[in-house]
Nanobody, 115 residues
Framework: QVQLVESGGGLVQPGGSLRLSCAAS????????MGWYRQAPGKQRELVAS????????YYANSVKGRFTISRDNAKNTVYLQMNSLKPEDTAVYYC????????WGQGTQVTLSS
């Protein structure tokens, strides 16, 4: 079973930036489209960005388009999420998984926007 470990979250002011990382165990990572998801308090988990196995194509939810960038390093089994121009509504726990969410969820990383 693949294990996912997210990191890089924290407390940031609106307009600030964070870079999240997600390390996956297992070489199967490079064959999977990967996604970043988030879950805000009282809301369902949602997909915010995804990237194809080779890293050529990506998808972004309208709420983050133009502000977030997903990337991956298959040699390191790691997917990243660069988050710029952060807004209070970006406050959530962020998770990674395959685009179809077939792996066991990791613990996530908390992103909190301060006022």
């Amino acid at each position: 079973q693949v294990q996912l470990v997210e990191s890089g979250g924290g407390l940031v002011q609106p307009g600030g930036s964070l870079r999240l990382s997600c390390a996956a165990s297992g070489s199967i990572f490079r064959f999977k489209a990967m996604g970043w998801y988030r879950q805000a308090p009282g809301k369902q988990r949602e997909l915010v960005a995804s990237i194809t196995p080779g890293g050529v194509w990506s998808y972004y939810a309208n709420s983050v388009k133009g502000r977030f960038t997903i990337s991956r390093d298959n040699a390191k089994n790691t997917v990243y999420l660069q988050m710029n121009s952060l807004k209070p509504e970006d406050t959530a726990v962020y998770y990674c998984n395959t685009e179809s969410a077939i792996w066991t969820w990791g613990q996530g990383t908390q992103v909190t926007l301060s006022s």
